[in-house]
């Protein structure tokens, strides 16, 4: 299996950020029915103002290669755009455990 997590940092008020990682993280937590691939997914949106990063998701797939069929997929896709024009910063870590 394999551990897929994202960290995203947002540009825009507090609010605006707030907004955009929330319809992010509905559409997220909506792709484990979608994408036969995913075997799960959590979301966090970070409460503490004092860290840098607004979102973090951690996906779980059972191969290295299903996290290109996972970021491939339309439906992740479609997730993702949401954050057109809000996306400053990615960070990624992918892991076999």
Request: glycine share 8%.
């Amino acid at each position: 299996m394999v551990k897929h997590i994202v960290m995203f940092k947002l540009s825009g008020t507090p609010q605006e950020r707030l907004e955009v990682a929330g319809k992010f993280k509905e559409a997220l937590l909506a792709l484990p029915g979608q994408i036969d691939v995913l075997r799960s997914m959590e979301v966090g949106i970070n409460e503490n103002p004092a860290e840098k990063w607004d979102v973090v998701l951690t996906a779980v797939v059972p191969t290295m290669a299903d996290v290109a069929v996972y970021a491939n997929h339309p439906a992740h896709v479609a997730a993702a755009g949401l954050l057109a024009g809000h996306k400053e910063d990615r960070g990624c870590v992918d892991y076999e455990f």
